[in-house]
């Protein structure tokens, strides 16, 4: 098959890469995005659960939420409430707790999330777009003023005049640096140099546990977060289950794990959860994933918002540019795109 043409190519079609190509595609710009992975989502993906009732049950096994106080645009802000209008996104009013604080005096606390996956919103604002998923690019070449995007085994993807990187910095430096004549323009030295793992996993109870907070965070060696999914808005057990947790393990204690598999650090994370509260119930394992690279570690406190380079139309957004998060990652694409159109 002949490559694909289009004006612009996205890699990835995580936050930041779904939300550039709506934006460029309501300003007329014809764009195709590129994914390595089955569908849309990244790091706000969610893991689709077998159950009993042979429903359509799936967990946020990445982002959980995100807020909007960290918005740096009105127009994305005003986005966020269409977004909540149409009912893309939902709040979430979510009582907190410490782990180190048991029992916990909590405080509510009032987020957003997807309805009803985190994932949901990518497919509502993208999903009409032309988005290749299962693919891979692994090389670019810079040829008569156009991009040329090849894949693990040197076929063409797509021929674009412009590039959008939406990878994580390792990723984004990899790739840029396959381009002759183009790689001896580095990214900047206050960007991002490493980046830190997190093992997440979700168990169900078969009753309820009656903990009194819906999310924990701070305060434990092993437990990043632990969130009660089912607590969240638009969002039902999988029987015979009546409670679903999502643990998220810290990021040192997943550099101590040595990329061990991921079902098996999840029934030590599950284990430790458990003795940490005090339940007595058996929990059932309902899936885990390894996150490679789940928090980016800077070298600087300055951060750019995006990247984008006129000479050779070629640019970068994503959560690593924009100070992190979901709300990063808008930030970012928000100010790439404006960026381009100029």
Known sequence: MPPITAEVAIIGAGTAGCFIASLLDNAGI??????????????????????ENNTNYGIDLGAPEFSSG????????????????AGHVSKWAKTVGRFDNVPSATETVTTLCGVPSMNAWHSNIAGHLNILTQNRV?????????????DEHNKPIAVTNKLVITAPP???????????????FSLPDTLPQES?????????????????ADVYENGHLSLHRAIRENS?????????????????????????????????VALALANTFCHHFGIKAQPKVLTSHYWRMAKYKSTSHKNTAFIWHSDFNVGCCGDWLGRGGTIGALNSAFALHEAILR
């Open 232 to 264: 969240k808005p638009g969002r039902i057990c999988p029987a015979p289950h009546e409670e679903v947790w999502v643990l998220h393990s810290s990021f040192e204690w997943a550099q101590a794990q040595n990329h061990a598999p991921s079902d098996k």
């Open 70 to 85: 960290k918005v740096t645009h009105p127009q994305l802000n005003d986005m966020i409430d269409a977004w909540e209008t």
């Open 30 to 51: 014809g764009c195709v995005v590129i994914e390595k992975s089955r569908g849309l989502g990244g790091r706000c993906s969610r893991r689709r659960i077998n159950n």
């Open 170 to 184: 390792e990723q984004t430096r990899d790739l840029l640096n396959t381009a002759e004549g183009v790689a001896n």
């Open 138 to 150: 692994c090389s670019l070449a810079r040829a008569d003023h156009r991009w040329h995007l090849f």
């Open 196 to 212: 830190l793992p997190q093992y997440v996993c979700a168990i169900g109870f078969p009753s309820s546990l009656g903990l009194a």
